[in-house]
């Protein structure tokens, strides 16, 4: 694993500390298994445990792209909830799965102080849902649902690309999480929202995952129908 994982020197927006953290040669993934919500797992390590920064000094979390300079305000925000009762800890080595949910909770609780956007919020969310799916634990329920939420909102309110994702596969993605969360007829809807965009036919993939899945979400519907009708 640790031929896949080099350090990047990172300057902190929040405290100007200078940090090392882990990404991931991405050339060299072997992929186990694709899932139908866009989750990738693989052989030896999964990227997205590297995906959050968190300087050691300050606490101050955030992905990449949210890696970035940060305004007066925000640092009084972050020196009063995070700074204030943070104690040193260093994620820059190899993380472990549990170490991978810290971080992006971490990351959550900040993005949600500094009022980041709900494409912002959802991406992390799922991510956090994904990690709970690695480990077979509940708590992925919750995170999808939370995920769900913030997506639906911010595609009628924010300016793509959303969470990396363009409408088409957006559409597609709360449609896949709405059946997932046994919505079907919910899931039906986003399925066809992603169909009926022009821009589908420059989505081949996601134009078959999306077919495909709003078969499935039509039987899913048929049978809640049958046994409500038997109750």
């Given at each position: 694993?640790?031929?896949?994982?080099y350090?990047?020197?990172?300057?902190c927006?929040?405290c100007?500390?200078t940090?090392?953290?882990k990404k991931?040669?991405?050339?060299?993934l072997?992929?186990?298994?694709r899932?139908?919500d866009?989750?990738v797992?693989y052989?030896?390590?999964n990227?997205?445990y590297y995906h959050?920064?968190?300087?050691p000094n300050?606490?101050f979390s955030?992905?990449?792209?949210?890696?970035v300079?940060?305004?007066?305000?925000?640092?009084?925000?972050?020196?009063?909830?995070?700074?204030?009762?943070?104690k040193?800890?260093?994620?820059?080595?190899v993380?472990t799965v549990?170490e991978?949910?810290?971080?992006?909770?971490?990351?959550?609780f900040?993005g949600q102080?500094?009022?980041?956007?709900?494409g912002?919020?959802?991406g992390?969310?799922?991510?956090l849902?994904?990690?709970?799916?690695?480990?077979?634990?509940v708590?992925e329920?919750?995170f999808l649902?939370f995920?769900l939420?913030?997506?639906?909102?911010?595609?009628?309110?924010e300016?793509l690309?959303i969470?990396?994702?363009d409408e088409?596969?957006?559409?597609y993605?709360?449609g896949e999480?709405n059946r997932k969360?046994?919505?079907?007829q919910e899931?039906?809807?986003?399925?066809?929202k992603?169909?009926?965009n022009?821009?589908?036919?420059k989505?081949?993939?996601?134009?078959l995952?999306?077919?495909?899945q709003?078969?499935v979400?039509?039987?899913e519907g048929r049978?809640?129908k049958?046994v409500?009708?038997n109750?």
């Amino acid at each position: 694993m640790e031929h896949l994982l080099y350090d990047k020197n990172i300057s902190c927006p929040c405290c100007n500390n200078t940090f090392t953290t882990k990404k991931v040669r991405t050339r060299g993934l072997k992929v186990i298994e694709r899932h139908s919500d866009f989750y990738v797992s693989y052989k030896e390590v999964n990227p997205i445990y590297y995906h959050v920064w968190i300087c050691p000094n300050c606490g101050f979390s955030a992905t990449e792209s949210e890696y970035v300079e940060l305004s007066k305000v925000q640092k009084d925000v972050l020196q009063k909830n995070i700074m204030a009762k943070w104690k040193q800890r260093d994620y820059g080595d190899v993380r472990t799965v549990e170490e991978a949910k810290e971080a992006y909770k971490l990351a959550l609780f900040i993005g949600q102080l500094l009022k980041k956007s709900r494409g912002y919020i959802g991406g992390l969310c799922l991510k956090l849902a994904w990690l709970y799916r690695e480990t077979g634990e509940v708590e992925e329920i919750e995170f999808l649902k939370f995920a769900l939420s913030s997506f639906e909102t911010a595609y009628q309110s924010e300016p793509l690309p959303i969470a990396g994702l363009d409408e088409v596969s957006l559409a597609y993605l709360v449609g896949e999480l709405n059946r997932k969360l046994h919505k079907p007829q919910e899931a039906v809807k986003w399925y066809a929202k992603a169909l009926d965009n022009p821009d589908i036919k420059k989505k081949r993939q996601i134009q078959l995952m999306a077919r495909e899945q709003w078969q499935v979400a039509r039987q899913e519907g048929r049978v809640e129908k049958e046994v409500k009708a038997n109750a």
